[in-house]
């Protein structure tokens, strides 16, 4: 398996990994799969800026991840949202802990010190056909911790979810932070 940059040319074949997770999951709240154009205009300014990076393997798009502004404000710019998806039938085989490990470190040389996930997440000893926590878990495992809750703040398949976030430190926070070099990330 081996990490990659992501293009605008693969946007039809990250949709097949996230369209699942649109019409099955509460993992997304989007209600309708965005077309291969939406999604390749996301693409494209994402990637401007932070790092989209997919796993692959025997020539195959098996899972991606990017990362993107975490609040449209100056004084966050050394923070941002991180985004994983993995093929369905590859869940569990270290795809995942492969591609965060990888945008971690992108996100690091490029100055990012917080890193935080928003998850949908459910409470207490609820079950659910839509949701898991694994999420959640997965994260927990990463090295992520939980920050906050925000209860029944999205409605999806006639139910409401709660939301978390999750944040892990990437680097050090000093009195001077350096600048963020937006723009200037490369896997190794």
Sequence with gaps: MTIEKVTPADAKELLSIYAPYVEKTAISFEYEVP??????????????????????DNGKI??????T??????AYDWSVETTVY?????????????????????LADMGILNANACIAYLDGDRTDDNLTNDSCRFHEKMGY???GIFHDSGYKFGKWYDMIWMEKMLGKHTDKPGAVRFGEWDID
């Excluded at 494209?44 to 990076?53: G, K, Q, T, V």
């Excluded at 795809?95 to 470190?105: C, F, H, N, Q, S």
């Design 35 to 56: 077309s291969v154009e939406e999604f390749t205009a996301r693409i494209r300014d994402i990637s401007a800026n932070f790092p989209y990076i997919k796993a692959v």
């Design 86 to 106: 993995v093929r369905e039938d590859c869940k569990r085989e270290g795809v995942g802990r492969k591609l965060y490990d990888a945008l971690e470190k992108s």
């Design 69 to 74: 502004t975490f609040k449209g404000r100056k």
């Design 62 to 67: 098996v899972g991606y991840a990017y990362a």
């Design 145 to 147: 911790r939980i920050v």
